[in-house]
């Protein structure tokens, strides 16, 4: 029996969207740091993201150690695997080490213009510095971030570690890197955020997925 083309073309499978391409560009907070692969931040974003019905890959481009000067350095290596859109961790070592806010700002506004130039839409992550070194530097600490997301127009995670910060149960026995319970917490925190952000860009879970 002959099928015409056109009964051919309807009995075909849609083809599935291609999955998005997330990379998360950070430091060992994003890396997993003492935390098997499948549990970092990366994964369990995967996973969350893709229970709610997203079609998609998350790049896990964390470096443990990495500063804002570390990822602006390695930022064209880590494009090449071409993200299609980007979430950028990056701060807390920078604080560690008593950085100059305003470094921070410069290094952090540097791969925000090379993603922007590129088209790659970002969400950034906030970070706060350590109490210890007092209230004013904090405070600039923390405007860099607000500045940036304003200057940019990129949503903003004012403080990445809000789910796990004053929670020791949710850390590792280093009291810095959360654990794979603390990354959990801090999955659940971001998705309200990350979630609107997908479907802005376009990509939103398919609703016969939800």
Request: aromatic share 6%.
């Amino acid at each position: 029996m002959l099928i015409s083309p056109q009964v051919a073309a309807a009995q075909s499978p849609v083809p599935a969207a291609a999955p998005l391409r997330l990379m998360v560009i950070g430091d060992s907070l994003t890396a997993g740091f003492g935390l098997p692969m499948e549990q970092a931040f990366p994964a369990q974003l995967e996973a969350a993201l893709r229970r709610n019905g997203h079609v998609l890959t998350v790049l896990n481009a964390g470096v443990s150690g990495d500063t804002s000067a570390g990822g602006k350095a390695r930022l064209a290596w880590a494009l090449a695997d071409k993200p299609d859109a980007v979430i950028l961790e990056l701060g807390a070592n920078d604080g560690l080490r008593g950085i100059d806010p305003q470094e921070l700002y410069g290094n952090l506004s540097a791969i925000l213009t090379t993603l922007k130039a590129r088209g790659i839409p970002v969400f950034l992550c906030g970070m706060f510095a350590p109490p210890n070194l007092g209230a004013a530097y904090g405070e600039e600490f923390r405007a860099v971030y607000t500045r940036l997301a304003k200057e940019f127009g990129v949503p903003l995670q004012p403080f990445f570690l809000e789910a796990v910060a004053t929670k020791p149960e949710l850390v590792q026995a280093d009291g810095l890197h959360p654990n794979a319970a603390g990354v959990t917490a801090m999955v659940e925190s971001i998705l309200p955020r990350i979630e609107p952000w997908l479907r802005a860009i376009g990509r939103p879970a398919p609703t016969a997925n939800r």
